[in-house]
T-cell receptor, first 113, second 112 residues
C-alpha cells in the first residue's frame, strides 16, 4: 500500500522568508504527485502536479516542487512567502495503475506579516 | 462554471439517524471519491467510483455507503451515524483515476 508522510506539521514563517515543505512517499511503481492547498475555510485547490518529464515542476502563486525519484521525495518550495500563503498544504500521490489518491497528514503554514 | 457541489454544507445530527450527503459534478468526470478530513490525519479516502455502478472501498469505508447510479452524482450515506464520524467531508471528481481531482466545498458533520 502506498503512503505519504509530511514531516512538518506546523510551520511559522515571517513574510519574505523562503519555504520548503517536505513530502516523502512510499510506492513501488510509477507515481503521479500532487500538492494541494487549503486556505482557511475553503476547499482544496491544486497547486501543482507531476506526471512525467522535467522533475522540477512550477505551479501557481510562485510555488514549485522537485521530484527526486531516488529519495522518493516531492518537496514544495517558494522563495519568498506572503501573508496570503497562510494555509494548510497537502502532498498526495497516486500510482498510475488505478490506485487511489493518498494524502499526507498536511502541513499548516502560518506566515506572520 | 465547472464545479463540484455538496449538500448540506453543515449538518448536526444525533447518533443513529440516517443521513445522506449529496455530491454532484458538472464536468462529465468518470472518477469520483469521498474523503474525510480530521486534524493531523490529512484526508483519508472513504469510497471511490471509477464509473457508473462501479464503486470500491478506500482507506476508511466502515460505517459508510455510496452509490453511483448516474455519472454526475455520488451520494455518501451514513446508515447509522456515530460520534466518531464527526468530521469534515469532501467529495472530489476527476477525468480518470490518477488525474487531478477537483474538490467540493466540504460538508462539516457533527454527530451528537
Amino acid at each position: 500500500a502506498q503512503s505519504v508522510s509530511q514531516h512538518n506539521h506546523h510551520v511559522i514563517l515571517s513574510e519574505a522568508a523562503s519555504l520548503e515543505l517536505g513530502c516523502n512517499y512510499s510506492y513501488g511503481g510509477t507515481v503521479n504527485l500532487f500538492w494541494y492547498v487549503q486556505y482557511p475555510g475553503q476547499h482544496l485547490q491544486l497547486l501543482l502536479k507531476y506526471f512525467s518529464g522535467d522533475p522540477l515542476v512550477k505551479g501557481i502563486k510562485g510555488f514549485e516542487a522537485e521530484f527526486i525519484k531516488s529519495k522518493f521525495s516531492f518537496n514544495l518550495r517558494k522563495p519568498s512567502v506572503q501573508w496570503s500563503d497562510t494555509a494548510e498544504y497537502f502532498c498526495a500521490v497516486t500510482g498510475n495503475a488505478g490506485n487511489m489518491l493518498t494524502f499526507g497528514g498536511g502541513t499548516r503554514l502560518m506566515v506572520k506579516p | 462554471e465547472a464545479q463540484v457541489t455538496q449538500n448540506p454544507r453543515y449538518l448536526i445530527t444525533v447518533t443513529g439517524k440516517k443521513l445522506t450527503v449529496t455530491c454532484s459534478q458538472n464536468m462529465n468526470h468518470e472518477y469520483m471519491s469521498w474523503y474525510r478530513q480530521d486534524p493531523g490525519l490529512g484526508l483519508r479516502q472513504i469510497y471511490y467510483s471509477m464509473n457508473v455502478e462501479v464503486t470500491d472501498k478506500g482507506d476508511v469505508p466502515e460505517g459508510y455507503k455510496v452509490s453511483r447510479k448516474e455519472k454526475r452524482n455520488f451520494p455518501l450515506i451514513l446508515e447509522s451515524p456515530s460520534p466518531n464520524q464527526t468530521s469534515l467531508y469532501f467529495c472530489a471528481s476527476s477525468f480518470a483515476d490518477g488525474y487531478e481531482q477537483f474538490f467540493g466545498p466540504g460538508t462539516r458533520l457533527t454527530v451528537l
